[in-house]
């Protein structure tokens, strides 16, 4: 069976420190991936995806980036972050575009 | 405005009573799916819907499509504690010939013992 993984769990940086989260999945091959923020009472803004290694989609622009250097490797970063950075940021995977996305266990980053 | 709007926003039942969460999209529904969230934790897949008209169970958790497919509702029987926490429910539309995922704010229920 899939599983997903994300590290860390939760994350307590400095303003203008970098960031790096990181999005594992397990048992399938060639997922579509994505990374969302979850802020409170606004939803799941989506702010990357990708279909393939090194293909990346940027819904919004913002202050990370996202990288894919492995087939089922996703990583969130950052080179300095800020205040408004912080939040609850959610990986997910589908097997295909369209097809239902299941959602990894999160990382709670606050920036201080 | 939400393109995606989930009512109500938070919900408290007593043990044993049954509840309803709905789901409204502005937009044609090609796939709505509902989640269970703990405060903290990620989205569990509760299920999918696809079909105008469709209806799925799992345990005591059932969810309807209605046949426009613009509006769903999530209904628990006879809720438990175990119930408690935030269902949140995303929707697959197309935008400009694009699939594209939407959420909605999420509904917290709590169930008194």
């Known amino acids: 069976s899939q599983t997903i993984h994300q590290w860390p769990a939760t994350l307590v940086q400095p303003v203008g420190s970098p960031l790096s989260l990181e999005c594992t999945v397990e048992?399938?091959?060639?997922?579509?991936l994505y990374w969302y923020r979850q802020a409170a009472g606004r939803g799941l803004q989506l702010l990357f995806y990708?279909?393939?290694?090194?293909?990346i989609s940027s819904e919004v622009p913002q202050n990370l980036s996202a990288s894919r250097p492995q087939d089922r490797q996703f990583i969130l970063s950052s080179k300095k972050l800020l205040l408004s950075d912080s939040g609850f940021y959610l990986c997910?995977?589908?097997?295909?575009?369209?097809?239902?996305?299941?959602f990894g266990p999160g990382t709670r980053l606050l920036v201080l | 405005s939400q393109e995606l709007e989930q009512s109500p926003q938070s919900l408290i039942v007593q043990e044993g009573k049954n509840l309803t969460i709905n789901c409204t999209s502005s937009?044609?529904?090609?796939?709505l799916y509902w989640y269970k969230q703990k405060y903290g934790e990620g989205l569990i897949f509760l299920m999918m819907?696809?079909?105008?008209?469709e209806e799925k169970s799992h345990e005591k958790i059932t969810a309807k499509l209605d046949e426009k497919k613009q509006q769903s509702s999530l209904h628990i029987t006879a809720s438990q504690p175990s119930h408690a926490g935030i269902y949140l429910c995303?929707?697959?539309?197309?935008?400009?010939?694009?699939?594209?995922?939407?959420f909605g704010t999420g509904t917290r229920l709590k169930v008194l013992a």
């Open positions: 997910a995977w589908s097997p295909g575009p369209g097809e239902t996305q299941y």
């Open positions: 048992g399938t091959s060639n997922p579509n």
């Open positions: 990708s279909v393939g290694i090194g293909q």
């Open positions: 937009k044609t529904l090609y796939g």
């Open positions: 819907l696809q079909k105008g008209g």
């Open positions: 995303g929707a697959l539309t197309s935008d400009s010939g694009t699939y594209k995922y939407i």
